[in-house]
């Protein structure tokens, strides 16, 4: 069930001023039956010029009256709400990428603990042009298989420059 703020607080204010809702609408210029659905909640989106109107049969602020039908006063200026709001957005976003950083700087401890060379191949391999367009996990892979190559490649240079060795 939807709350009816507008109409439960019009018809306290009249009651309180003493008006009956003959004398209300006629005061506020509106049809007798307007104000009654207005009271009712039965209107679910009057126009700006009825909650002027109602505002100024009842001497209550507008900003208060188009709050309680769940909008903003066309007179109210909320340029100001806007920037607050982009600000603690931008705020909220640099502390978000500062925490991501943080994330990604122990991830790359953790993913190259004890190992400097797969470091330092993920790095050539990340501003590689051959690579832009992978994740950070495909151009690990590609950094691990080239490590497994160099090691290989090491290990069989070793063993010929040992073989060779021993034949002289």
């Known amino acids: 069930m939807q709350e009816n703020l507008l109409g439960e607080f019009i018809r306290e204010k009249r009651q309180e001023l003493g008006f009956t809702v003959r ?15 207005l009271e009712r909640g039965l209107v679910k ?8 109107k109602v505002s100024y049969a009842i001497n209550v602020d507008k900003e208060s009256i188009f709050a309680l039908a769940g909008r903003i006063s066309p007179e109210v200026d909320i340029s100001d709400y806007i920037q607050q709001e982009k600000s603690q957005f931008y705020y909220d976003l640099s502390k978000l990428l500062d925490s991501s950083v943080k994330v990604l ?64």
Not at 23 to 37: L, N, P, V
Not at 116 to 122: R, S
Not at 123 to 146: H, P, Q, Y
Request: net charge negative.
């Open 105 to 168: 700087e122990e991830s790359r401890k953790y993913m190259f603990k004890a190992a400097p060379l797969l470091e330092q191949l993920f790095d050539v391999v990340a501003v590689a042009d051959e690579t832009k367009d992978l994740n950070d996990s495909e151009k690990l892979f590609i950094a691990r298989e080239i490590e497994s190559a160099f090691k290989l490649s090491v290990k069989r240079l070793k063993a010929r420059r040992d073989k060779q060795n021993e034949t002289d």
């Open 45 to 52: 989106d009057p126009t700006d010029e009825t909650l002027e």
């Open 23 to 37: 004398d209300i609408a006629e005061k506020a210029e509106i049809s007798f039956s307007q104000w009654s659905k």
